[in-house]
C-alpha cells in the first residue's frame, strides 16, 4: 500500500482550460515564484492549495505548522509589489504572469504585510543579507498575498521533459516497479564517492533509490542543472542497478534554510511517494549559517506519526585511504590525515580552477561529463559575448 501523501490526498491545481482572458488584475511574479507555484499545482507540496494566508504564514514561523496542526517548516508566499496592493483586492482573481506569459490565476483571500527580518531570524537563523536565502527574502516586496491558485501553463523545461514527473505519476511509476519502500535522494550538487555510499547504504534496506535533484531556482555559483542531470545519467548508467533506481527532477527552487529545509524536504518527497528520506551532514545548509548536524536534529522535534516518513541519518563520510574505500567515523577506526574530506562545494571549486578531482573524490565519468558541459557553456557564454 502506497504512502499517504502528507495531509491525506494529493492536490491537484493544473486546468488549461481556466478562462483567464477576461481577467484585468495580474501580479508579476518571480522565478522562485513561478517554480513554487507549479509545486503547489502538481501536489508536490500538498495540502496547500495556494500561496499562504498570514495565518499559516505565521503558524509556520512560530510553530513549524499550519494552522489546522500540521508539520510544515517553510514558508510558502506570494510577495507582490507594493504599488499593486491598492489595485488587488480580496475575493478577486488575478493573472500570475512570468516574462510576459500567465501561468496562473490567484484567488485573492488575503493581503497582508510582513516583517522581513523576523522572517529572515525566524527561518533562516540569520539576518545577514550574504544568506542566499536572506538576500532573495530582502530583495522582495513585505506585502504578500495568500489565496487558492490554478495554474494554466506549465513552465519551459532546463532538463529534458521527461523527468519532470508529478507526484501521482511518481507514484504510478513506483507501482509499476512494484516497490513498495523507496529512499528519496534530495541533492542540487553532481553526486560524488560519498553521495553514493549513503545512497547505496540506504538502498539496501528499500526496494528502490529515487534521486531526486532540485531544478527551481538557486545559488549563482551552483552548476547548473541542465549540466548536472548529465552527471548523474552519466553515474547511474556505470555505477548503479536501473532496476532499482529511478531519476527525476524536482522543479522547486531552493531555499538554503538548512534544518527547517530538511523536514520540509523529507514531507514533500512523502507526497511524490517516497518512505524513507536521506539525511547527511548539513542538508541544505549554505557558508557556516548551520551545525554540521543541525538537519538531523530538528527531526527529534516531531514525531514520526506526524512526519509519516522515516528519516535515514548519516554521518558525515570521507574517502580513508587505509580503508581503502569510502568511509564514517562509524566504520573507519584511523585517523584525519588517512581521510579525504569530500564535499559538492569542493567539487564546485576544484573545477572552476581547473582542477580535477581524484577518483578517490569523484568518478571519473561524472568529473568528465561536467568538464565537457562547463567548457560547451563557457564556449556559448563567449560566443555570445
Same mark, same amino acid.
Given at each position: 500500500?502506497?504512502?499517504?501523501?502528507?495531509?491525506?490526498?494529493?492536490?491537484?491545481?493544473?486546468?488549461?482550460?481556466?478562462?483567464?482572458? $477576461?481577467?484585468?488584475?495580474? !501580479?508579476?511574479?518571480?522565478?522562485?515564484?513561478?517554480?513554487?507555484?507549479?509545486?503547489?499545482?502538481?501536489?508536490?507540496?500538498?495540502?496547500?492549495?495556494?500561496?499562504?494566508?498570514?495565518?499559516?504564514?505565521?503558524?509556520?514561523?512560530?510553530?513549524?505548522?499550519?494552522?489546522?496542526?500540521?508539520?510544515?517548516?517553510?514558508?510558502?508566499?506570494?510577495?507582490?509589489?507594493?504599488?499593486?496592493?491598492?489595485?488587488?483586492?480580496?475575493?478577486?482573481?488575478?493573472?500570475?504572469?512570468?516574462?510576459?506569459?500567465?501561468?496562473?490565476?490567484?484567488?485573492?483571500?488575503?493581503?497582508?504585510?510582513?516583517?522581513?527580518?523576523?522572517?529572515?531570524?525566524?527561518?533562516?537563523?540569520? $539576518?545577514?543579507?550574504?544568506?542566499?536565502?536572506?538576500?532573495?527574502?530582502?530583495?522582495?516586496?513585505?506585502?504578500?498575498?495568500?489565496?487558492?491558485?490554478?495554474?494554466?501553463? $506549465?513552465?519551459?523545461?532546463?532538463?529534458?521533459?521527461?523527468? #519532470?514527473?508529478?507526484?501521482?505519476?511518481?507514484?504510478?511509476?513506483?507501482?509499476?516497479?512494484?516497490?513498495?519502500?523507496?529512499?528519496?535522494?534530495?541533492?542540487?550538487?553532481?553526486?560524488?564517492?560519498?553521495?553514493? #555510499?549513503?545512497?547505496?547504504?540506504?538502498?539496501?534496506?528499500?526496494?528502490?533509490?529515487?534521486?531526486?535533484?532540485?531544478?527551481?531556482?538557486?545559488?549563482?555559483?551552483?552548476?547548473?542543472?541542465?549540466?548536472?542531470? $548529465?552527471?548523474?545519467?552519466?553515474?547511474?548508467?556505470?555505477? #548503479?542497478?536501473?532496476?532499482?533506481?529511478?531519476?527525476? +527532477?524536482?522543479? %522547486?527552487?531552493?531555499?538554503? +534554510?538548512?534544518?527547517?529545509? %530538511?523536514?520540509?524536504? +523529507?514531507?514533500?518527497?512523502?507526497?511524490?511517494?517516497?518512505?524513507?528520506?536521506?539525511?547527511?551532514?548539513?542538508?541544505?545548509?549554505?557558508?557556516?549559517?548551520?551545525?554540521?548536524?543541525?538537519?538531523?536534529?530538528?527531526?527529534?522535534?516531531?514525531?514520526?506519526?506526524?512526519?509519516?516518513?522515516?528519516?535515514?541519518?548519516?554521518?558525515?563520510?570521507? #574517502?580513508?585511504?587505509?580503508?581503502?574505500? !569510502?568511509?564514517? !567515523?562509524?566504520?573507519?577506526?584511523?585517523?584525519?590525515?588517512?581521510?579525504?574530506?569530500?564535499?559538492?562545494?569542493?567539487?564546485?571549486?576544484?573545477? +572552476?580552477?581547473?582542477?580535477?578531482?581524484?577518483?578517490?573524490?569523484?568518478?571519473?565519468?561524472? !568529473?568528465?561529463?561536467?568538464?565537457?558541459?562547463?567548457?560547451?557553456?563557457?564556449?556559448?557564454?563567449?560566443?555570445?559575448?
Amino acid at each position: 500500500m502506497a504512502i499517504k501523501p502528507h495531509g491525506g490526498h494529493l492536490i491537484n491545481g493544473f486546468n488549461v482550460s481556466f478562462p483567464y482572458d $477576461k481577467l484585468t488584475g495580474e !501580479i508579476e511574479i518571480s522565478a522562485f515564484s513561478l517554480a513554487n507555484l507549479e509545486c503547489i499545482a502538481s501536489g508536490a507540496y500538498s495540502p496547500l492549495k495556494g500561496f499562504m494566508c498570514k495565518a499559516d504564514y505565521e503558524g509556520v514561523l512560530y510553530h513549524m505548522r499550519l494552522q489546522n496542526g500540521l508539520v510544515w517548516t517553510l514558508p510558502v508566499t506570494l510577495p507582490i509589489p507594493i504599488e499593486k496592493q491598492a489595485s488587488i483586492h480580496t475575493g478577486s482573481k488575478v493573472k500570475l504572469v512570468y516574462e510576459g506569459s500567465v501561468y496562473g490565476v490567484l484567488e485573492v483571500e488575503e493581503i497582508y504585510e510582513v516583517d522581513k527580518e523576523l522572517e529572515a531570524i525566524t527561518i533562516f537563523g540569520t $539576518k545577514d543579507s550574504n544568506h542566499p536565502g536572506v538576500k532573495r527574502l530582502f530583495e522582495e516586496s513585505s506585502i504578500y498575498a495568500g489565496g487558492n491558485v490554478t495554474m494554466v501553463r $506549465k513552465p519551459s523545461r532546463i532538463v529534458p521533459y521527461t523527468y #519532470y514527473l508529478t507526484p501521482e505519476e511518481m507514484r504510478k511509476a513506483f507501482e509499476e516497479k512494484g516497490w513498495r519502500t523507496i529512499v528519496g535522494f534530495q541533492t542540487r550538487n553532481p553526486i560524488h564517492r560519498a553521495h553514493e #555510499y549513503i545512497q547505496k547504504a540506504a538502498l539496501e534496506i528499500t526496494d528502490g533509490l529515487l534521486i531526486h535533484p532540485l531544478v527551481g531556482e538557486t545559488k549563482k555559483d551552483d552548476i547548473p542543472p541542465s549540466i548536472r542531470m $548529465k552527471s548523474y545519467e552519466a553515474i547511474v548508467k556505470d555505477y #548503479y542497478s536501473e532496476k532499482y533506481t529511478m531519476i527525476a +527532477a524536482f522543479p %522547486a527552487p531552493m531555499y538554503y +534554510a538548512g534544518p527547517r529545509e %530538511a523536514i520540509f524536504h +523529507a514531507i514533500v518527497r512523502k507526497n511524490y511517494g517516497c518512505t524513507h528520506f536521506i539525511v547527511g551532514r548539513d542538508h541544505a545548509g549554505v557558508g557556516n549559517y548551520y551545525g554540521t548536524y543541525d538537519a538531523q536534529l530538528i527531526f527529534n522535534q516531531f514525531s514520526a506519526s506526524e512526519l509519516g516518513i522515516i528519516p535515514l541519518l548519516f554521518e558525515h563520510s570521507f #574517502y580513508c585511504s587505509k580503508c581503502g574505500n !569510502i568511509a564514517s !567515523i562509524k566504520t573507519c577506526p584511523h585517523n584525519d590525515s588517512d581521510r579525504l574530506i569530500l564535499s559538492g562545494t569542493k567539487v564546485r571549486n576544484m573545477l +572552476a580552477n581547473g582542477e580535477r578531482p581524484p577518483i578517490e573524490f569523484s568518478r571519473p565519468e561524472v !568529473i568528465d561529463t561536467l568538464i565537457q558541459s562547463l567548457q560547451k557553456e563557457d564556449q556559448l557564454g563567449s560566443s555570445e559575448e
